[in-house]
């Protein structure tokens, strides 16, 4: 973990990563499924969050949102990046291959962007409270047609694996596309509790 806590730290230092605008399908998974389901917004836990593009985002619209990543220089930008919105963002650096979800707290709403950690997929599903929603969306194994991003299966989703994984959701959105990289989108809601 210390290597790739390093590995992180030295990337985020040399600018890797430093873009604050929200991925386009945040954007689209807001205005099709959060906002209606979540009017008066929520909150959020933000896996492999960076230096907060989609946190702030989020924050900026009234959501509450725990931000955990990796690394201590990503936390350091997006704590800077949040600016007057910092006090709506708890942040965490954390150990993110070994998160569980709390006991005590679960969220409307878990993000994970480009960050694949199968053994923790159970964890996620623990984390929303029933009605949640989960917005995922990472590499596939098409990446390898597209040039950069990870090679190895172990960051690569196989096809169709993410609608196989959380059982217990209805699932709301579901795409895998190769448009300059091979990504796959998810919103999942978690089913509530039979009465």
């Known amino acids: 973990m210390e290597d790739e ?74 704590r800077y990046n949040a600016g007057a919105f910092r006090s709506r963002i708890q942040f965490e650096v954390a150990n993110l291959a070994k998160f569980k979800a709390s006991l005590t707290r679960r969220y409307d709403m878990v993000l994970v962007f480009f960050y694949l950690e199968r053994k923790i997929f159970p964890e996620l599903l623990k984390a929303l409270r029933p009605g949640g929603l989960l917005i995922y969306k990472t590499y596939t194994e098409r990446q390898r047609e597209c040039g950069g991003g990870p090679r190895h299966p172990m960051h690569l989703l196989r096809q169709g694996e993410l609608l196989r994984t959380f059982p217990g959701m209805d699932v709301l959105f579901y795409d895998e596309t190769i448009r300059g990289r091979g990504v796959a989108e998810f919103v999942g809601r978690r089913c509530r509790a039979k009465s």
């Not at 890797?16 to 386009?24: K, L, R, W, Y």
């Not at 906002?35 to 960076?50: E, K, N, R, S, W």
């Not at 900026?60 to 955990?68: I, P, Q």
């Open 5 to 78: 806590r390093k590995c992180w730290d030295l990337r985020y230092s040399e600018g890797s990563h430093a873009s604050v605008e929200p991925d386009p399908f945040l954007e689209f998974a807001f205005k099709e499924f959060i906002q209606p389901l979540f009017p008066a917004a929520g909150t959020a836990v933000d896996i492999a969050g960076g230096i907060g593009r989609h946190a702030i985002w989020l924050a900026r619209r009234d959501w509450r949102v725990k931000l955990a990543d990796i690394s201590a220089v990503a936390i350091e930008k997006a």
